[in-house]
């Protein structure tokens, strides 16, 4: 299945979280934290204007980005757990 998202909004694939810390401890799965950093899948046309042009997207596919902790609404394709949230939660690009 395809999922091509509308407008300013993208569809990211979250990274996994750290299975350890700094000092070499194991996380269970109970105490690993969600999430923030993840890789655009796609991404929509742009925001619509009130001249009815479309906005570029800062984004492109391919980017791996920061997002807000609670950010975007969770779906499953194909098994996978994918993000879809709007260009503005993102926070960053990772370069």
């Given at each position: 299945?395809?999922?091509?998202?509308?407008?300013?909004?993208?569809?990211?694939?979250?990274?996994?979280a750290e299975?350890k810390t700094a000092?070499?401890i194991?996380l269970?799965?109970?105490?690993?934290?969600?999430?923030?950093?993840?890789k655009v899948?796609?991404?929509?046309?742009?925001?619509?204007l009130d001249d009815?042009?479309?906005?570029?997207?800062s984004?492109?596919?391919?980017?791996m980005?920061l997002?807000?902790?609670y950010?975007?609404t969770?779906i499953?394709?194909?098994?996978k757990?994918l993000l879809?949230m709007?260009?503005?939660?993102?926070l960053a690009?990772?370069e």
């Amino acid at each position: 299945m395809n999922v091509r998202p509308l407008d300013d909004r993208i569809v990211v694939e979250p990274v996994e979280a750290e299975t350890k810390t700094a000092g070499g401890i194991v996380l269970p799965d109970t105490a690993k934290e969600k999430p923030q950093k993840g890789k655009v899948v796609a991404i929509g046309e742009g925001k619509l204007l009130d001249d009815g042009k479309r906005a570029p997207m800062s984004v492109k596919k391919g980017d791996m980005i920061l997002y807000a902790r609670y950010g975007g609404t969770e779906i499953k394709v194909d098994g996978k757990e994918l993000l879809i949230m709007r260009e503005s939660d993102v926070l960053a690009k990772v370069e």
